[in-house]
């Protein structure tokens, strides 16, 4: 059994990857917590309470973050926090689940304390909350593993390509939101990284294919939203491929790096770099097989619950 706490901001990859983990039968998920990303607070706690008692799983908490980025004023277009806050269509009825009034650190704890388990720390956001947990250092010992989305890894970004309102063509949304925030996650942390960035991602695209072969096959909960959310040709699965790498690495090439963030300038502001001859920080995710990818992904999100994966 994995036992994990999901740091989330909530965008339709988010969902997907929620789902997978929601799903998956040796995944122990104690909480949840909202990170400053493409949902608003508020809203990210709102739909994650809806989703976990639509799919019967009222027990996991689910904590609000940090409103804003540590430092900058970095956000993701209006239009798409507006989608994010919306939850993209999906339509899920109301809920009497009421948010935690712990914060990710006082989770942390509060797991070691009554199970004396180490978790990973699954972060699909920009790294806001799980920052604010290093800093505390207190805590380091009780945290297994930092398992993160995010970055691009001496190759192209994603945030100008996407919105070219922002002139910043290295930076990957994620540690673009919060540059210092991931800065202070690979230089203090002393943790053990797996990074799954662009790099790997982009081996993952939603096709035309996938979506339809979804369509033929989808018989669960799980599988009907993610076949909603689905973009044929205009997204990747970036956060589900983190879900199904931390279940299956078999599907991810790992290599060992020293990753710098530069949190300097709007132009570079959350630029991954891979620095040479020092000493690796991170087992980063250079490369992913799309086809494994798809198949561990489908046989999770649609399988009967009263089945256990062997």
């Not at 009421?98 to 914060?103: F, G």
Request: charged share 20%.
């Amino acid at each position: 059994m994995i036992s994990i706490i999901i740091d989330t901001d909530v965008g339709y990859d988010d969902i997907g990857a929620l789902l997978y983990l929601l799903k998956h039968p040796r995944i122990k998920i104690h909480g949840i917590s909202i990170s400053c990303g493409i949902t608003y607070i508020e809203a990210g706690v709102n739909n994650v309470l809806k989703l976990l008692d639509y799919l019967e799983k009222k027990t996991i908490l689910v904590i609000p973050g940090k409103e804003k980025p540590l430092f900058v004023n970095h956000s993701f277009p209006k239009k798409w926090r507006e989608r994010s806050a919306q939850f993209y269509g999906i339509k899920l009825p109301s809920t009497t689940l009421q948010p935690s009034r712990m914060n990710l650190s006082e989770l942390i704890y509060s797991v070691w304390n009554l199970t004396q388990e180490k978790v990973f720390i699954v972060g699909l956001g920009p790294l806001t909350n799980i920052a604010q947990v290093i800093q505390d250092q207190t805590l380091n010992e009780f945290i297994e593993g930092l398992y993160i989305m995010g970055g691009a890894v001496d190759i192209p970004g994603n945030v100008g390509t996407e919105y070219p309102d922002i002139p910043n063509f290295v930076s990957e949304w994620n540690f673009f939101i919060d540059p210092q925030a991931a800065e202070i996650v690979f230089s203090e942390s002393g943790i053990p990284i797996t990074l799954i960035p662009l790099n790997a991602t982009n081996r993952v695209p939603h096709t035309e294919e996938f979506r339809n072969k979804v369509a033929k096959i989808k018989r669960t909960k799980e599988i009907e939203i993610v076949y909603q959310l689905l973009n044929p040709n205009v997204s990747y699965f970036w956060d589900e491929l983190a879900a199904v790498a931390l279940t299956n690495p078999e599907i991810i090439t790992l290599e060992n790096h020293h990753i710098n963030v530069i949190t300097e300038k709007i132009t570079h502001a959350g630029w991954t770099r891979s620095i040479k001859n020092k000493k690796p920080n991170a087992l980063v995710a250079m490369d992913a097989d799309p086809l494994k990818f798809e198949l561990q992904y489908i046989k999770i999100l649609n399988q009967d619950s009263n089945k256990t994966l062997m």
